[in-house]
């Protein structure tokens, strides 16, 4: 198993489990553009650049995720969705500073 197909299969993990607890995710970074990439040649999208111009598709070995700011004000789901982006269960709502999240 190669590279990305490791990260596609951590990425429909973790969207299955989430999609659950209704905590949409936003993909971005390396992997994100190459998925998006991907979706817009299978679908013959149209795009201001031509394919041709387009960079070369590539990605690091992480994910990068965003929750949305209602994901995160809600605690329990965001509790849920950083226990299992560590791996871990969690075990109480994060702590909030201001309007940062200071969850250790």
């Known amino acids: 198993m190669n590279a ?9 993990d973790l969207h299955s489990q989430l999609a659950q607890h209704e905590v ?13 990439q991907l979706h817009l040649r299978a679908g013959n999208i149209p795009t201001l650049l031509e394919v041709e ?4 598709a590539r990605s690091t ?6 929750l949305r700011a ?19 269960p969690p075990a ?5 500073s201001g309007a940062l999240l200071a969850d250790g």
């Open 61 to 66: 070995s992480d994910l990068d995720l965003f």
């Open 92 to 96: 109480a709502p994060p702590v909030y």
């Open 53 to 56: 111009m387009w960079p070369e």
């Open 70 to 88: 209602e994901i995160v004000i809600r605690g329990r789901a965001s509790a849920y969705a950083c226990g299992l982006v560590r791996d871990e």
């Open 24 to 36: 949409p995710l936003i993909l971005g970074g390396g992997y994100g553009l190459f998925l998006k």
């Open 4 to 12: 990305l197909d490791l990260l596609k299969a951590s990425l429909l």
